[in-house]
């Protein structure tokens, strides 16, 4: 060919850009896609770990009680409590099964067994009594070989319920 010059001299070449088909330091396509679907799921866990744990937290039984709880004879040797409790929390608590112990004169706890609803056109039974957060419901509980005059006023009392629940408050009589 005429014009055409053959250089066989690589220090000819040292000084000029050499191009080249080949791709080098490039990250290959798979890579990429691998790398992208790895982060897409280890967001989607670190999201679920998130929301799971902060939705297990937040969902709590907080009972409250309003008004005075009060002691009341009920017959021969036995006791009953009236007390009204609101359920402040963000899950439902059920006071069905639920006790009540009552510290007595000598400091020796007195047991009171979930009697059901103080007013009895609640939907509040023995056998079920669920208490929806924002709800407030009056129920009794009832103590036999119990006497009125074995408890101080201000007695300390501490209800658990079948879930553990617990909470403390004083006890008045009339």
């Known amino acids: 060919m005429p014009g055409a010059e053959i250089v ?27 790398i992208i679907v790895a982060s897409v799921v280890a967001a989607a866990l670190a999201a679920y770990f998130i929301y799971a744990t902060t939705a297990r937290g937040v969902r ?6 309003i008004g005075q709880p009060t002691l ?17 929390g ?26 059901g609803a103080a007013v009895t056109d609640t ?18 509980y009832t103590a036999t070989d119990a006497s009125l005059d074995d408890f101080p006023d201000g007695a300390l009392a501490t209800l658990q319920t079948k879930d ?5 408050f004083a006890v008045a009589k009339p």
Not at 8 to 29: D, E, F, I, K
Not at 72 to 88: H, I, M, P, Q, S
Not at 90 to 115: G, I, M, R, Y
């Open 8 to 34: 066989l001299n690589r220090s000819y070449c040292a000084g000029n850009a050499m191009r080249t088909t080949r791709r080098t330091g490039a990250v290959p396509p798979i890579v990429t896609v691998i």
């Open 90 to 115: 963000t899950a439902d608590v059920d006071l069905a099964e639920s006790v009540v112990a009552v510290q007595n004169k000598t400091k020796a706890a007195v047991t009171f067994n979930f009697a």
């Open 60 to 65: 709590q039984v907080s009972l409250t009680v």
């Open 72 to 88: 009341y004879a009920a017959g021969t040797n036995a006791v009953e409590l009236r007390v009204t409790f609101k359920n402040d």
């Open 123 to 140: 939907a509040c039974k023995t056998d079920t009594c669920k208490l929806a957060p924002g709800d407030s419901v009056a129920v009794k």
């Open 164 to 168: 553990g629940y617990q909470i403390s």
